[in-house]
């Protein structure tokens, strides 16, 4: 995540805030529109801009902002954020989902992958959560499923995350998903002018394939 900067970008137009609103659509080609996955706690789905207030709400806190980029500061920012998730995921560069509870209509975090090479074999992974989520098991509800789309849906081989020594939690959910610590990129990550270690986290495809079968019933 913290490789994952939060884009500004121009402003929304009305046709791409038309546009946005019809993009919800379940579709095999997710570079036209990403599908919606449904776990047992939440649904993951392309980010509408009407997400912009709750992602404000739920993102820009001390607690969850303190180890990632720093996210957009207004309702504003985010639209643009939200914009060009949606221009980038058309251009095939990737992919974020909002996160959205089994009861609710509004989003209270994303998942977000992007390519580090052409043509996605390896990737890189981000999340953030509003803090009243954490603990609940909606990360790794959601996460099992943004994990299957890298590597079903994508055809990624090689999913990367990094994650500020210091960020507990962050390097805790990355060690509970089954992702394995390759080493620390020391002083790799600026944030509030100082220079943070990160660990460097992966998970594999076919590691992925084979925990699956352990979880049960989540093989393809
Ligand atoms: C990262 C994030 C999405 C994880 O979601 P979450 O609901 O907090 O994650 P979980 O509670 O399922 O898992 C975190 C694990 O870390 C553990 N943990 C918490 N603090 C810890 C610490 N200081 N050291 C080690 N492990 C810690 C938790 O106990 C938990 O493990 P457990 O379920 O086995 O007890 C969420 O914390 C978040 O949005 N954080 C802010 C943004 C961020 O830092 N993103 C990650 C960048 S890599």
Redesign the pocket.
Known sequence: ??KMPFRDAQPVTKLQAVMATRSNTTTSDWKQALPTLTGSMVTLRELRLSDAPALLTMLSTEE?AR??SPPPTTVEGFERFIAWTHRERAAGNYACFAVVPHGMDTAI?IFQVRQLEPGFGTAEW????GSA????????DGARMVIDFAFDTVKTHRLE???AVL????????R?IGAVQEGILRKSFLRNGEYLDQALWTILDEDWRAQRTVWGGRVH
């Open positions: 995540m913290e969850v180890f990632i975090g981000g999340f953030a959560i989520f954490w603990g609940t098991g909606m990360f790794m995350a990094r994650a960020n507990g939690r962050g390097n805790g959910a990355l509970k």
